[in-house]
């Protein structure tokens, strides 16, 4: 059974940075995806920064040039640097991953940006 791990959330305030990791139990989990999604309290759950199928990366256009997302493929693990962080940034962060056959979340982090 494969299963998300994220981590790295905090309190920070408004200018700071945090990194949030993401770590894929099972050593053959190669998904077409992964990346982060995120979810503030009253809004539905968006996109912030993905690994798409054929090795593109998609951004959502208020964290573009702020997140950066990576990876360490031999630890199975995603990371999503986010600096100049904003109290709208406030949300819980979830991994998201998915393969041909389902879509798998992790448990969330929750990141707050005082302002």
């Known amino acids: 059974q494969v299963q998300l791990v994220e981590s790295g959330g905090g309190l920070v305030q408004a200018g700071e940075s945090l990194r949030l990791s993401c770590a894929a139990s099972?050593?053959?989990?190669?998904?077409?995806?992964i990346g982060w999604y995120r979810q503030a309290p009253g809004k539905q759950r968006e996109l912030v920064a993905e690994f798409g199928s054929g090795g593109t990366i998609n951004y959502a256009d208020p964290v573009k040039g702020r997140f950066t997302i990576s990876r360490d493929n031999a630890k199975n693990t995603v990371f999503l640097q986010m600096n100049s962080l904003k109290p709208e940034d406030t949300a819980v962060y979830y991994c998201?991953?998915?393969?041909?056959?389902?879509?798998?979340w992790g448990q969330g982090t929750q990141v707050t940006v005082s302002s």
């Open positions: 099972g050593s053959t989990f190669r998904p077409n995806t």
């Open positions: 998201r991953a998915r393969t041909s056959f389902r879509l798998y």
